[in-house]
């Protein structure tokens, strides 16, 4: 199949994808392409595996699919139908969802600061939730290499967590980046600017250069800000890997002697139509994140798994972890500007560690956000249920307003849940119904982190202080650990259940931390390539 698609204005790839027989066995058909799934591809491809990649959204070029409107970039989301519930339902979508080859990294922000070391011991530590079935050192060299696959631009000390420098020199904060660095430093609270973020001040192979036009999550139109689509995919494709596009997983089947043996799914027509096909495997990963994976492997019904493939636990969906993502904002007599530059690009992890002091435990990060007109109209909408000309009043103001945001740690509980619904989407297949609610200990952390970003933008100048509740970054739902009673996969991602079956993507993780997930979601993704590749040579897959 020849592949014409732009991900640059001076980058076009252009080259002739393998093609796969959909009866004929590949050694590893992965379900998504975001920052595990396309990772992983790359990997095992350049290891001598044949991969085919499942995507259920489409190719999108930068030249004629990525543009400077927010209205316009629905594509890259994740929009179909699902059921939210709980006594704090989820907003989902744009802010946690890709549709398109690279999943969604190619809407994030590009933000992606590592774990902390404490994040892998947080029942050790803190007396709540679990530990991970391996410690910091275990993942660090792949987050180094991440942090140059990417690549990560950051300071050349950041000082919390494990301390460490980036590889590539700090990207300029822009205005926004400086009220939360002027905020911190009135108040005498530690702060980076310039990164971690997936973004080089300068050309990155055939990536240019980043212009500061702010539209990062509607899709880097120049192709300067990472993504899975211009990162790791085309090197996958370059050793023989099959994109797939368009096509929904529905059901893994399993054969008679318990391993399952493909992947069923529906595959677009170019007259707007689907069809059923299948691709056989000798193993399979599903990487669809921490609502549609869990759904593919509930949905994935046998004699043998009643209640849901890899399920023997009854974890599968459990656990669903959003973070804390409240946006708090603040109007300044001077120009901000806040749409120059990348949205994220300066931030403190000063309270990200469990303070005693405290009335909660675990913390949260104060990151730079950088609502676009439609997006800060919506949040002023919702906290002040401004319209018509009030709220263009307000947003006649838009020049004069700087966001920023507290990412906290919402920890796990079985009652957050993604299950299968009643309703069925477009294909036919039940929709996932996602339960969430707060509990004491988020409450209590989501208020100190908002008072503290309150006070952050007072320090900082703002004559007045809003905020609303939001939530990023879905985790969980098919943790990893040491015991197949509890968790649903090892710490190299295999089910228990089924030998030849992976989860690879942010639903494994145990805890989350403080910390934006793409990195830890794809050094997971290159050790367990490593762990792959050495069990081969085992003949042991």
Not at 281 to 290: C, D, I, K, L, Q
């Amino acid at each position: 199949m020849r592949l014409r698609i732009n991900l640059s204005p001076d980058w076009l790839l252009d080259t002739e994808m393998r093609e796969h027989p959909g009866n004929e066995p590949v050694d590893f058909c992965i379900v998504g392409t975001g920052a595990g799934g396309a990772v992983l591809a790359q990997r095992l491809s350049r290891y001598g595996f044949s991969v085919v990649c499942l995507e259920a959204g489409q190719w999108l070029d930068s030249e004629t699919d990525m543009v400077s409107d927010e209205a316009g970039a629905r594509p890259l989301y994740w929009n179909d139908l699902r059921i939210i519930g709980g006594a704090d339902p989820l907003q989902l979508g744009a802010n946690n969802s890709g549709k398109t080859v690279g999943g969604g990294t190619v809407h994030y922000s590009a933000f992606c600061p590592r774990l902390h070391p404490s994040d892998f011991r947080v029942r050790t530590c803190d007396g709540v939730a679990d530990d991970w079935p391996f410690d910091f050192q275990a993942l660090e060299p792949y987050y180094e290499q991440m942090e140059r696959e990417y690549p990560v631009a950051g300071p050349a000390h950041f000082p919390w967590g494990k301390p460490h420098g980036y590889p590539y020199a700090p990207l300029q904060s822009g205005t926004k980046g400086h009220v939360l660095i002027r905020g911190c430093l009135e108040m005498g609270i530690p702060v980076i600017a310039g990164g971690p973020i997936a973004i080089t001040a300068g050309t990155f192979g055939k990536r240019p250069h980043c212009i500061f036009r702010g539209f990062c999550n509607q899709g880097c139109k120049v192709g300067a800000k990472h993504s899975t689509l211009v990162s790791h995919i085309p090197d996958a494709i370059e050793h023989g890997t099959e994109v797939r596009a368009g096509c929904m997983a529905f059901e893994i089947p399993l054969g008679r002697d318990g391993r399952v043996t493909g992947v069923r799914y529906y595959r677009a027509d170019r007259d707007g139509g689907y069809r059923e096909d299948e691709q056989r495997a000798r193993n399979v990963v599903v990487a669809g994140y921490a609502i549609e994976t869990p759904r593919l492997l509930l949905n994935s019904r046998s004699g043998r798994f009643p209640n849901g493939l890899a399920n023997s636990s009854g974890l599968v969906g459990k656990r669903l972890m959003a973070q804390a993502g409240q946006v708090v904002w603040g109007r300044f007599e001077g120009m901000i500007r806040q749409y120059k530059a990348p949205p994220a690009c300066a931030e403190t992890e000063a309270f990200y560690e469990t303070d005693p002091h405290n009335d909660f435990v675990r913390g949260y990060s104060i990151q730079t956000v950088s609502p676009l007109p439609i997006a800060m109209a919506h949040l002023i909408t919702e906290e002040t249920a401004a319209f018509g000309w009030n709220l263009r009043h307000l947003m006649e103001e838009y020049n004069h307003y700087a966001a920023i945001g507290v990412l906290g740690e919402i920890l796990p509980d079985e009652r957050n849940e993604v299950t299968l619904s009643d309703v069925t989407d477009q294909y036919g297949i039940p929709v996932a119904y996602v339960r969430f609610s707060l509990f004491e200990n988020d409450r209590r952390l989501i208020q100190a982190g908002v008072r503290r970003a309150k006070d952050i933008l007072s320090a900082a100048g703002a004559v007045e202080t809003h905020y609303v509740d939001r939530y990023a970054h879905l985790v969980g739902t098919c943790r990893m650990g040491d015991d197949p009673n509890n968790s649903v996969v090892d710490e190299f991602c295999r089910s228990w259940d089924v030998p030849n079956l992976y989860v690879c993507d942010g639903s494994v993780m145990v805890t989350q931390g403080s910390a934006n997930p793409a990195l830890t979601i794809s050094a997971i993704a290159a050790r367990t390539a490593d762990h792959i590749r050495d069990a081969a040579g085992r003949h042991e897959l």
